[in-house]
């Protein structure tokens, strides 16, 4: 198996887009230790809230803009991203604290959302708002103004089923905290 990684061939994204969003700074910072929050758990649960209110414009190249037809038809979709302002030096972590808590137990990067990943394109689902032309605005979409979009999907509970989802309790701690008032 492991020589059949080496033969496989390297890949290339191209961003189709770019994120506008009134999200300047990411919330994690990576580096050689782990993650580590930009601010108290306090201030995230308020930053949540705002992210999950915000009005962001996903704008997709003009080249790619027929792509789009019909995406008006979704209430919510998915959109692929880049972290473009993670350090590629920090995409090499093998264990961090989720969310950079140092409360919580180390693991896998495979096992956490962490975006600093060998391959960090993240995904959000998202309210589909509006689309006008090769904009699409979306609600809640946590990425920094300028991330590069590498895809777009619509999102179908057919195939993105919930039902029996088990998670560790580290992260149903995060989930409890977060909802809390």
């Known amino acids: 198996m492991e020589n059949e990684m080496m033969t496989m061939p390297a890949m290339q994204l191209t961003p189709i887009g770019v994120v506008r969003s009134p999200i300047k700074t ?9 993650l580590s929050l930009t601010d108290r758990m306090e201030n995230i649960k308020i930053y949540h809230r705002q992210v999950e209110n915000a009005v962001v414009e996903v704008v997709i190249d003009a080249a790619y803009a027929e792509l789009l037809d019909g995406i008006e038809g979704f209430s919510h979709v998915l959109v692929l991203y880049w972290p473009h302002l993670i350090d590629p030096a920090r995409r090499n972590l093998k264990k961090v604290h989720p969310m950079g808590r140092k409360d919580l137990p180390r693991q896998g990067i495979f096992a956490t959302c962490s975006p600093a990943r060998p391959n960090p394109v993240l995904v959000s689902a998202v309210p589909l708002v509006a689309r006008e032309k090769n904009v699409i605005t979306v609600k809640g979409l946590e990425a920094v103004d300028g991330s590069p979009v590498v895809d777009l999907k619509p999102y179908s509970k057919a195939y993105m089923q919930t039902e029996g989802v088990k998670m560790p309790a580290w992260m149903e701690q995060i989930h409890r905290e977060m909802e809390a008032d």
């Open 26 to 34: 990411p919330m994690l910072s990576a580096d050689e230790a782990g």
